[in-house]
């Protein structure tokens, strides 16, 4: 079985850390392509709750490498404290293998971020703070910085003067804060170099390394698909391509090498930060399944905006990460409400829409089309197969599965590691 790719469906959060920690025993490689520490999956084994931002889930799979790709931005200082945390819980992390060609973040850009997002004011992006945007922009601007870059400190210098020679300029002469110092940054990210190097490696050469020898690997991304620079609610979308061309692009594996991707999908939706989301709730309802489902932000601690479940994006996920699977999670959460409303159509300008529209300003105004399917009491986080549901729970999957246009695999009934029920397996 070659690669295979996990990835969120949705705006993110949708559970992904559950999906790709149950895959773990079966592949031998986890593998993160994009984003960095703005990401959040909390993973429960046991009575033990793991929350991780930039290391992949596999890190606590015993058997698996996990593997930080070329894609991903790294915070060093974020990165260690992670390792670090792991191991005093006695979680061994010295399988980790970090790309030499993935970018760091440094101390000026989460300055950056942090005073942009300031001047932007109303119209804010609601990043997460952590320099990822301005990491990025650094990256194709051709000023970023390489993890292979630590083990060269002249070249390092030079690059760090070369970023913060116009940074320094804007910092002081537009935002009205204090320049950042070349040899501070060098010496803090010299310290970095050291305790990192066991562990950076080509991990392009070992995963296709890897492929030949008929190992599997997954390819797990952050964020998710409506988060998409190039297929999400620009701008309100963070600045890499979690959708499934992004693992290729983000890991140095041929797109020919992939061959399945499964789209995590909330039986509900949520979205953290500003920006476009026609099923949100301001009511009762929204506060509940906040409260149900726990939504809360691992990374920032923002309470997510919650809303039902949405067809229309769950078809688009479809169609740009070409989905052969769903893996739908927190079903459990929505047990105890009469009624389920699921959006099946906008309406925009009195017209009904079925797919996502093509423009910005009219998902902006884009209104929900509701079908109301016939809710569920019983308790459900027991169940191991499909009829072990109540038949309401079960005719709601269906539903869901038909008009999203691709089979609901395994189901999340509840957060711990057993607490799926897997319809059809994945490897
Ligand atoms: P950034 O990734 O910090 O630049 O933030 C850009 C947008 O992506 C903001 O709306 C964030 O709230 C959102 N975002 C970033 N990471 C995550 C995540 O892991 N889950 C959900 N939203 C995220």
Known sequence: MPAIVLLGAQWGDEGKGKATDLLGDKVKYVVRYQGGNNAGHTVV?????????LLPSGILTPSCI??????????????????RGLNERGVDTSNLKISTNAHL??????????????????????????????????????????????????????KIEGALRDKNQVLIKVFNRKGIEVDEVLREYLEYAEILRPYVVDTS??????????????????QGTLLDVDHGTYPFVTSSNPTAGGASTGSGIGPTKISRVIGIVKAYTTRVGSGPFPTELFD???????????EVGVTTGRARRCGWYDAPIARYAVRVNGLTDFFLTKLDVLTGWEKIPVCVAYEIDGKRVEELPASQSDFHHAKPIYEYLPGWSEDITKAKKLSDLPTNAQNYVKFLEEISGAPMSAIGVGPGRDQTIVVKEFI
């Open 45 to 53: 084994i046991g009575d033990q709750k793991y929350a991780l931002h």
């Open 66 to 83: 996990p593997v930080i790709g070329n894609g991903v931005v790294i915070d060093p200082a974020v990165l260690l404290e992670e390792i």
């Open 105 to 158: 973040i440094t101390p000026y850009h989460r300055t950056i971020d942090k005073v942009s997002e300031r001047f932007l004011g109303k119209a804010k992006i609601g990043t997460t703070g952590r320099g990822i945007g301005p990491a990025y922009a650094d990256k194709i601007n051709r000023i970023g910085i390489r993890v292979q870059d630590l083990f060269d400190p002249s070249i390092l210098r030079q």
């Open 205 to 222: 050469l070992l995963l296709n390394q890897a492929l030949a020898k008929g190992e599997n690997v997954l390819l797990e991304g952050s």
């Open 284 to 294: 009762e309802d929204g506060e509940k399944l906040r409260s149900i489902g726990g």
